[in-house]
C-alpha cells in the first residue's frame, strides 16, 4: 500500500504561480511514475505532468512550457511548479503514484481567477 499527501492548492490570479507537493509513503521502493492529474467537473481526470523513477518527465500540451514536475527520491515527494497560471487551469488536481499498482491522493483544488 502506498498513501499520498497533498499540498499546495489554493486560489491564484490568472497570470500567479502556485506549487503542488506530493509525499508517498508505504511501499514506495522500486521503480516508479508519480504525477499529477486534474478533473473539472462532468469532465474525465487527465494528465498534467508525470515523472519517472529515473527522471524522466511527459506533459500535456496544455502546460507546456508553464508547469514544471520534479521529484525529490530521497522524500518520495513529486512537485509541480505551476506559473502562467490561466483560468482554465482550475480543477481538483491529484497526486498519482503508479509502481505495480496504481495510487491517487485525495485531491487539492486549484482556482485561477480572471
Known amino acids: 500500500q502506498v498513501q499520498l499527501v497533498e499540498s499546495g492548492g489554493g486560489l491564484v490570479q490568472a497570470g500567479g504561480s502556485l506549487r503542488l507537493s506530493c509525499a508517498a509513503s508505504g511501499s514506495v521502493r522500486g521503480i516508479s511514475v508519480m504525477g499529477w492529474y486534474r478533473q473539472t467537473p462532468g469532465k474525465q481526470r487527465e494528465l498534467v505532468a508525470d515523472i519517472t523513477s529515473g527522471g524522466r518527465t511527459n506533459y500535456a500540451d496544455s502546460v507546456k512550457g508553464r508547469f514544471t514536475v520534479s521529484r525529490d527520491n530521497a522524500k518520495n515527494t513529486v512537485y509541480l511548479q505551476m506559473n502562467s497560471l490561466k483560468p482554465e487551469d482550475t480543477a481538483v488536481y491529484y497526486c498519482?503514484?503508479?509502481?505495480?499498482?496504481?495510487?491517487w491522493g485525495q485531491g487539492t483544488q486549484v482556482t485561477v481567477s480572471s
Open positions: 498519482n503514484f503508479k509502481n505495480h499498482w496504481n495510487y
